[in-house]
């Protein structure tokens, strides 16, 4: 079992910046690969950003790319999304996943369903 808790949101103006973070329990984390996603009110979750569990390959959404940096740190068990440039359209809740498989991919999914652990979000707002 693998239990996440994210934290970092908060309130930002258009243009500032945030960094999320999101702790693993378990002793795999380092064996998965990890996703932020987000959910804005009114709209289906999306995909953002994924980081393969050797930290060498990741992967975003166009809309963030050039903008947010997906990085982690194993020793810490710990996931990060940094947030530049932030845009009101990126107002949303964030969550982060970790893989149901232990090093089985060769990339970072996007696809929720290839994610089996999830943690409760934290909310980012962009105020214009």
């Known amino acids: 079992q693998v239990q996440l808790v994210e934290s970092g949101g908060g309130l930002v103006q258009a243009g500032g910046s945030l960094r999320l973070s999101c702790v693993a329990s378990?002793?795999?984390?380092?064996?998965?690969?990890m996703g932020w996603f987000r959910q804005a009110p009114g709209k289906e979750r999306e995909f953002v950003a994924a980081?393969?569990?050797?930290?060498?390959?990741?992967i975003y959404v166009d809309s963030v790319k050039g903008r947010f940096t997906i990085s982690r740190d194993n020793a810490k068990n710990t996931v990060y999304l940094q947030m530049n440039s932030l845009k009101p359209d990126d107002t949303a809740l964030y969550y982060c996943?970790?893989?149901?498989?232990?090093?089985?991919?060769?990339?970072?999914?996007?696809?929720?369903?290839?994610?089996?652990?999830w943690g409760q979000g934290t909310q980012v707002t962009v105020s214009s």
């Open positions: 996943a970790a893989d149901s498989t232990l090093f089985g991919r060769s990339y970072p999914p996007r696809e929720e369903d290839k994610y089996a652990y």
């Open positions: 378990g002793r795999t984390f380092s064996d998965r690969s």
């Open positions: 980081i393969r569990w050797t930290g060498t390959s990741t």
